[in-house]
């Protein structure tokens, strides 16, 4: 008798230009172990040389956006011979992995947060380059309520928010709601829960019509000039202004705006 197929941990599926990534452990609350995040990896890899995929959209399944690590999981690697430490360095090192393919993607990447978004599920969030939230999401980085500071999603959430918000989550571990990541920059958009997959589908369609290498081109530049001091940052964005002045697509659409017209956009 043969066992049954088991469901796949993240499927994708293709809407028109966007590519939609689903997380698909509900019963789990989407907690990323390294089963789940090693489908999620491969996902993205595959979107990035996916040429009809121009924005990729992060949702998931069930009530829970993403519960962080898979404590369980991680538990059960107490009783190897190095009490697990192998195991863990190993798994945050698979997490840090995906979260930098994640901003150093060459499409947009937008989070749909349906619901509670906690620890590395939080950093999921906040490192994609968008994030669109039900008024019933709500986000915490608890890690510090268990003996566990969440020192790896520190890193996406001090890149999001401004110091004292991040700490406060940070030492606090309290929940934030939806409003509240809005306030704070952690999300963009709130919308109405039956009108989530709706708002996200009109962003990453607005912004799958824009010119594919321009914004190629953007999100890189954004990325690094961050990392850069001023000075360094201003010659470094000039040299990529440059170089985009030469590509195809900067010359048909100055050209279609001085002539009135709608650009065509040449084919990648």
Same mark, same amino acid.
């Given at each position: 008798?043969?066992?049954?197929?088991?469901?796949?941990?993240?499927?994708?599926?293709?809407?028109?230009?966007?590519?939609?990534?689903?997380?698909?452990?509900?019963?789990?609350?989407?907690?990323?172990?390294?089963?789940?995040?090693?489908?999620?990896?491969?996902?993205? !890899?595959?979107?990035?040389?996916?040429?009809? /995929?121009? #924005? #990729?959209?992060?949702?998931?399944?069930?009530?829970?956006?993403?519960?962080?690590?898979?404590?369980?999981?991680?538990?059960?690697?107490?009783?190897?011979? !190095?009490?697990?430490?192998?195991?863990?360095?190993?798994?945050?090192?698979?997490?840090?992995?995906?979260?930098?393919?994640?901003?150093?993607?060459?499409?947009?990447?937008?989070?749909?947060?349906?619901?509670?978004?906690?620890?590395?599920?939080?950093?999921?969030?906040?490192?994609? !380059?968008?994030?669109?939230?039900?008024?019933?999401?709500?986000?915490?980085?608890?890690?510090?309520?268990?003996?566990?500071?969440?020192?790896?999603?520190?890193?996406?959430?001090?890149?999001?928010?401004?110091?004292?918000?991040?700490?406060?989550?940070?030492?606090?571990?309290?929940?934030?709601?939806?409003?509240?990541?809005?306030?704070?920059?952690?999300?963009?958009?709130?919308?109405?829960? !039956?009108?989530?997959? /709706?708002?996200?589908?009109?962003?990453?369609?607005?912004?799958?019509?824009?010119?594919?290498?321009?914004?190629?081109?953007?999100? *890189?530049?954004?990325?690094?000039?961050?990392?850069?001091?001023?000075?360094?940052?201003?010659?470094?964005?000039?040299?990529?202004?440059?170089?985009?002045?030469?590509?195809?697509?900067?010359?048909?659409?100055?050209? /279609?705006?001085? *002539?009135?017209?709608?650009?065509?956009?040449?084919?990648?």
């Amino acid at each position: 008798m043969s066992s049954p197929v088991s469901e796949p941990l993240a499927t994708a599926l293709h809407d028109g230009p966007v590519l939609r990534l689903t997380l698909n452990r509900a019963g789990a609350r989407n907690a990323l172990s390294a089963g789940l995040m090693a489908a999620l990896q491969a996902a993205l !890899d595959a979107a990035a040389h996916d040429k009809s /995929a121009r #924005v #990729v959209v992060i949702a998931a399944a069930g009530a829970a956006f993403c519960a962080g690590h898979d404590l369980k999981e991680m538990t059960a690697r107490r009783r190897d011979a !190095d009490k697990g430490k192998a195991a863990f360095a190993a798994l945050f090192a698979q997490c840090s992995k995906l979260m930098q393919t994640i901003v150093r993607h060459p499409k947009p990447v937008i989070a749909e947060v349906q619901g509670v978004a906690t620890a590395a599920g939080c950093q999921l969030v906040a490192s994609c !380059d968008l994030a669109v939230a039900s008024a019933e999401a709500r986000f915490a980085t608890p890690g510090v309520n268990i003996g566990l500071f969440c020192s790896t999603p520190m890193v996406a959430l001090s890149r999001n928010l401004a110091r004292k918000q991040a700490m406060e989550m940070l030492l606090t571990g309290e929940m934030v709601s939806a409003a509240q990541a809005w306030h704070m920059g952690l999300v963009n958009r709130v919308a109405k829960p !039956d009108a989530l997959k /709706a708002e996200t589908m009109e962003l990453a369609s607005l912004i799958a019509s824009k010119p594919r290498a321009a914004v190629k081109i953007g999100k *890189e530049t954004f990325y690094r000039q961050l990392e850069l001091g001023l000075s360094e940052a201003y010659d470094y964005a000039s040299r990529v202004m440059t170089e985009n002045m030469l590509h195809s697509e900067a010359e048909e659409g100055i050209g /279609a705006f001085l *002539e009135k017209r709608e650009p065509k956009w040449p084919e990648p």
